[in-house]
């Protein structure tokens, strides 16, 4: 079925981002979709609403988590945005916990939640999970929606590669080359990982993004580990969807279709 026959007998395909107000969530939204623009806010109603008004109610702590992001690079998509449940207060995690289950129980295909992103970013000095990440996948039963975890900036590690490097007496120039292989290594050992094999809730997957913020940056693996995690084939279509300009990705479902 054409991509946009799809979309209008079924829908866009709706994620909730979560994560810290650092974590690079923006950025990464902007590459998925190819553009440097803002998205457009819209409420529960499908009225846009007003930056300066959005800004105002931020400002506040006020903070509406049924806010659909839409940018019209690529309007296949709606973002949610948890704004605010990086504190990990109990109010703002039992929003997120009611926003998924109500989503979840959605008779109509088009107003379910369809996937969820919880960024971390690697940059932060101790990289340590914070006491709303523990308590999300601790506490957080999301049923047949899929979590994927974006551990974001994930060059920050490099940096840390090319110091143990340097101290083993490499020169410059080889641990510059060999620090991100090295990190890309050394990670799946790492406690991050460790942490999340050991939760209740574990996540579906995880992806490693690095440099985001660069033009030619590639966010192909978090498309396709994202298409990974969908055992409905029309959900698949429908995120499939939203990736005309990858001719990649849509050939290969194509094909296993």
């Not at 800004?55 to 992001?69: F, P």
């Not at 994930?154 to 490499?170: N, W």
């Not at 055992?231 to 990705?249: A, G, K, P, R, W």
Request: glycine content about 6%.
């Amino acid at each position: 079925m054409d991509p946009s026959r799809i979309r209008e007998k079924i829908g866009r395909f709706r994620i909730l981002v979560i994560g810290r107000a650092n974590a690079g969530k923006t950025t990464i939204l902007q590459r998925v979709c190819n553009t440097r623009d803002n998205p457009k806010i819209y409420n529960s109603d499908g009225e846009r609403i007003d930056v300066e008004v959005l800004t105002a109610s931020r400002e506040r702590g006020l903070h509406d988590i049924e806010n659909e992001m839409v940018f019209e690079s690529n309007p296949g998509f709606i973002f949610h945005d948890s704004r605010g449940f990086e504190a990990g207060g109990t109010s703002e995690f039992e929003q997120v916990k009611a926003f998924i289950s109500r989503r979840s129980k959605e008779d109509r295909i088009k107003n379910q939640l369809h996937a969820i992103w919880y960024c971390i970013p690697m940059d932060e000095a101790c990289r340590s999970f914070t006491a709303a990440e523990k308590k999300f996948f601790s506490e957080c039963d999301t049923g047949s929606i899929p979590v994927i975890v974006l551990f974001t900036k994930f060059d920050a590690l490099y940096d840390v590669e090319f110091t143990k490097l340097r101290a083993e007496g490499r020169s410059r120039k080889d641990a510059r080359e060999l620090a991100p292989k090295q990190a890309e290594e050394s990670f799946p050992n790492g406690p991050q990982l460790k942490f999340l094999k050991e939760v209740r809730w574990p996540p579906k997957c995880h992806v490693c993004l690095s440099n985001m913020e660069k033009d030619d940056a590639d966010c192909r693996i978090l498309i396709e580990r994202t298409a990974g995690t969908l055992d409905n084939e029309v959900l698949q279509q429908i995120f499939v969807s939203t990736q005309q300009t990858n001719l990649e990705i849509c050939m290969k479902y194509a094909v296993e279709r």
